[in-house]
């Protein structure tokens, strides 16, 4: 490891800018001439748009237009797309609804588009948007996924009866019913993976801009893949060709999945800036991020294990019902299907498991991938289905675990994961060395001496990560590639900048993929600048999201490495007259080993790019570009353990102690590692303790601001306890698994796992709010 | 529309502008300090956080009215030339921000937390000043780091001068 | 928000002509609460009246056995009063519970009294201190000062001008804090006067807003003891029920959090 290598925890080089204001986030940008947006959207959950009255809007101060969903029909764009194909276990392909951008005819939730007004300032556009008169008839809503479900209930879609978008299933039925038959002891479990809102500090945003000379758009948008945009906005919306559309993803301020996908907003801002020919923005407010960005989770399940007589598992089975919202979202189908029901094994060695998946519309709004994406419903399904098991067992917790953990690599599991390493017995030991598991008999007692309830539980998770082989998801349905790209160049005089699909936005990419060439050439990283977000300069890449962009992009950017040092090696030998075989690259330098014959990197480049003395044959310049594609997933794993302390009188759940042991492979930026597992296990807390999007009967989204969704601040979350343990990947030349997701996947279970071990009820729903916590410990009025 | 006179990091301005605009937007819009950022549209996530008059205040919470007169500083305006506040070298140091947005607001309102107890501050108490900020990246563990650490170099600097 | 006039008023008599001259006028104090709302365009006022600036309106004075707010004073100031830390630790330390750091600065007793939210914190101890409310044309005690839900006795135009509290034998004030929006999910503050009268008042709990707490008052009267609180049962009947908390939840955290206020006040 060099002091900027693979394994250092150099301090970020984005952070100048961050933290002197200097950062250029969508809404930062100012652009000649620009309007301004203002949607006009539903009040009602489920409403036929029977006229759209304009004429006082546009009468008003400022206003350029007032467009609506008709116009948007009329001018051919198209809707937007679910990208992954999945069928039912009939075989009958998914059956979805038209999402337009703006609805010209049906509002199916809150929140949703109809007429957008354009004005020169926002509050103009604000006032004359409430000035737009819409004359709506309300239709009845179902809200929740049991009213989609129930007989007679209101329709969403002509095209899925029933509410109904599929009927899914995976595993082996006649195998776990065989195995169920044979079980000594099976243990049942109800439970509710709730509703979540992503939430990034910065609200979703664009600018559209038109150059109607070039008939070329322009589009700056806060995505976490700015290519997918280009490719989804110009194959399936019609808004132009991809060579005339340029997206550019300059700072975004957060993602976790809810900026992957290509909403109405920016589609409705690139079709008006053509039709008004000025550059349109729209910037979100909070309310508008509640009731329109992707939210996730939303499941409700039954799961039972069956047990032989020695506590190994004989099988798992799993019904649940997921909530898709109103319009299937761009990647909302594989979410609850091939990105969940995939990781039922958990860390279990589990001869058969059967798992039925029903994904329902509701008029709510519409879900898709957030930080963890699937994996954390598996991930908490089974750890609590095993603490809950460990007690009616009467067995202890890490004990049965660690009887039914695999234990031999690679393990093909029964749902098509096939993990290829790991040591589950090396991160459980660690975090029970580190929480003190031997003592909290004894401090259990001593809180319960002071008048506190004390509890721990575990949460043994693993992940499906480095998203992903390209023919194993495509073979089940995924419309795309889930490869990245990478480009090397080299300038004539020495510095380096790699072009990377990746997108960073707070993962630290500029540093990281930094670290990987310092390693590499004995470089400083600033010698090296990362470039990525603009479609005009990066190649097509996929975009971060998934915990990929080590494992995928790092490798697609070592592949582009390993293409440049071939080649400057060939020049360096040829001006040093040497042969290749021979020559070594240390601290910038391609030295010739054991001589004192060196070139330097700088010199090498420059002979690259003057072409005077070339290897015979040689292209003149030194770039070199990769697509790599993954072999397999990647298997992050590990142990949390959660040591909390309930106040009976109130319900309140404080942290004693969070201790976490992770295996993520190689890590490149050990500091950069830590914060993502912070941020992750904050948010996994959040999902136990806080966070939850509630609608009522009627389909309002009665969390709708910071007022009412809790998100967890300082003050509601512990100082972590991180630790690591290392089974490098065997899939791809770095050795990472990757760790953007872990802990919003695996901390939810080791939460709710310890407050029902402190109350001694181990029937708890999540938010297990200290309202939940105190009924749960004193019953019901 | 009215004609607002302030200071803000040490240049003085004068605006016209409509009596409804906020001070958030007068540092964004018209005097093109977008380092002040808006999160939420509740008063409660501090992106927004300026100095006002040596205070921490929400600069989507006041109208440009009330900050007639008054000298305000921003996150553009709290280094030296080249040379970082510690509160801004300790963020950088201790990994205290991911994506950046949230941090103009976090580093002014921990300088304030800071300037309010001296370098008596411990862990639990900077938790517990922070609740007017909210961080969706870091998880706030190094957050509540790079404060206490910049508390040191700022009593350090203190006692220095 | 929508346009608005912003006038900054010199003195008491000048922010009362300027709130008559407006159409439809409201004055602005710390602007924490009123400005979001505005923001939120639920009101639209034509003009507002700022009072942050009124020398008259700010500070705490200790005199005696009163303690006297003016009404403009921030929460801030008041907590951090090193005067009042000692005649009534229990209002200070309430102070310094509201809203968070950023808003403290701002806030002002005399905005969250008028504005009267069921869940903000000053209430309670209004009430339960006997204080009087103070406006520029007449003085209203504390128990005819609020009647429900974001509804006072002041007449259109009124302006608080200070708070005067009479100094207690005991105080105490304990808040459980909403998860999401760290106002009171239930407050209580508890208070003895010098000749031995208890009174309890709860903020949060109901949708009226602050109430009293006979029971509990009878039991401290009886016994100054948070145990002297163990066996009562506090109906849940008119209290609030959402998302974040249950009827009987709250009538729980009203006996749980006056037992905490009692420990709190010594």
Known sequence: MGVEGIGASVVRKEDKRFITGKGRYVDDIKLQGMTHAQFVRSPHAHAKVKGIDSSAALKMPGVVAVLTGQQIVDDKVGNLICGWAVSSKDGTPMKMGAWPAMAPETVRFVGQAVAVVIAETKNQAKDAAEAVVVDYEELPAVANIRAAIAPGAAQLHPEAPGNVVYDWAIGDEAAVKDAFSKAANVVTLELTNNRLVPNAMEPRAAIAEYNDAEEHFTLYTTSQNPHVARLVLSAFYNIAPEHKLRVIAPDVGGGFGSKIFIYPEEMVALWASKKVNRPVKWTGDRTEAFLTDAHGRDHVSKAELAFDKDNKILGLRVKTHANFGAYMSLFSSSVPTYLYATLLSGQYNIPAIYAEVMGVYTNSSPVDAYRGAGRPEASFLIERLMETSARQLKVDPAELRRKNFITVFPHQTPVIMAYDTGDFNASLDAALKTVDYAGFPARQAKAKSEGKLRGIGFSCYIEACGIAPSKAVGSLGAGVGLWESAEVRVNPVGTIEILTGSHSHGQGHETTFAQLISERLGVPISQVQIVHGDTDKVQFGMGTYGSRSLAVGGSAIIKAMEKVEAKAKKIAAHQLEASEDDIVIENGEFKVTGTDKSIALPMVALAAYTAHNLPDGMEPGLKESAFYDPSNFTFPAGTYICEIEVDPGTGKTSFVNFVAADDFGRLINPMIVEGQVHGGLTQGIGQALLEGAVYDDSGQLVTASFMDYAMPRADDVPTYKLQHTTTLCPGNPLGVKGCGEAGAIGASAAVINAITNAIGNNKLEMPATPDRVWHAIHGQA | MSTVKLTVNGRAVSAEVEDRTLLVHLLRDHLNLTGTHVGCDTSQCGACVVHVDGRAVKSCTMLVGQANGANVTTIEGISKGDELHPMQAAFRDNHGLQCGYCTPGMIMSAIDIVNRHGGQLDEATVRQELEGNICRCTGYHNIVKSVLDAAGRMKVSAAAE | ?266
């Open chain 3, 1 to 266: 928000m929508y346009e608005t006039h912003y006038h900054r008023a010199s003195s008491v008599e000048d922010a009362a002509a300027l709130f008559a001259k407006g159409s439809d006028s409201k004055f602005l104090a710390g602007g924490q609460t009123l400005l979001p709302v505005m923001k939120q365009r639920l009101a639209a006022p034509t003009d507002v009246v700022d009072l942050a600036r009124i020398p008259a309106m700010i500070g705490v004075e200790v005199s005696g056995d009163t303690v006297t707010i003016k009404a403009a004073t921030t929460h801030y100031d008041v907590a951090t009063n090193t005067a009042l830390q000692k005649a009534i630790p229990a209002l200070a330390a309430l102070a310094g519970m509201i809203g968070d750091p950023a808003v403290r600065y701002r806030g002002t007793i005399g905005g969250s009294l008028a504005n009267n939210d069921p869940a903000a914190d000053y209430p309670a101890a209004v009430l339960a201190l006997n204080a009087t409310v103070k406006t520029n044309k007449r003085s209203i005690n504390g128990d005819d000062f609020f009647k429900g839900l974001f509804t006072t006795a002041l007449e259109d135009g009124e302006i608080i001008t200070a708070v005067s509290f009479p100094v207690p034998a005991k105080a105490g004030y304990a808040k459980f804090r909403h998860p999401a929006s760290r106002f009171a999910l239930t407050g209580v503050f508890v208070a003895k006067d010098k000749a031995g009268n208890v009174r309890v008042a709860a903020t949060g709990a109901s949708s009226s807003g602050v109430m009293r707490v006979p029971s509990i008052e009878q039991a401290l009267k009886a016994n100054w003891s948070a145990s002297a609180l163990d066996g009562i049962r506090i109906s849940a009947d008119g209290l609030l029920s959402d998302i974040h908390g249950a009827a009987d939840y709250r009538a729980n955290l009203i006996k749980v959090m006056a037992q905490r206020a009692v420990t709190e006040a010594g």
